[in-house]
């Protein structure tokens, strides 16, 4: 059982910079592939970026490919994404989800292990 929990979202200008967070309990994290999602209002939830256990492979969708960047820090149970150049498109709710296995993966019904949510809002 993974426990996850989502921080560091909030209100940016476009073309600024967050990092969120997503801490995992459970002495098993380091096994686990970690995907990000996001939802915006009114559109299904889509594929961010992925890692796998040891942080050497990371994929991202082409909306944030080359401005969100994954990493892990599997000593502190924690997985990053680093969100550059935010457009206000990148508005939505971002989830971080836990995989077991060693692939990563862009599906969502692959994760068992979901976070509550951290709302992102860029502004014009």
């Known amino acids: 059982q993974v426990q996850l929990v989502e921080s560091g979202g909030g209100l940016v200008q476009a073309g600024g910079s967050l990092r969120l967070s997503c801490a995992a309990s459970g002495r098993t994290f380091s096994s686990y592939a970690m995907g990000w999602f996001r939802q915006a209002p009114g559109k299904e939830r889509e594929f961010v970026g992925t890692i796998n256990w040891t942080g050497g492979i990371t994929y991202y969708a082409d909306s944030v490919k080359g401005r969100f960047t994954i990493s892990r820090d599997n000593a502190k149970n924690t997985v990053y994404l680093q969100m550059n150049s935010l457009k206000p498109e990148d508005t939505a709710v971002y989830y971080c989800?836990?995989?077991?296995?060693?692939?990563?993966?862009?599906?969502?019904?692959?994760?068992?292990?979901w976070g509550q949510g951290t709302q992102v809002t860029v502004s014009s």
């Open positions: 989800a836990a995989k077991g296995g060693a692939y990563v993966s862009t599906v969502s019904n692959q994760y068992a292990y």
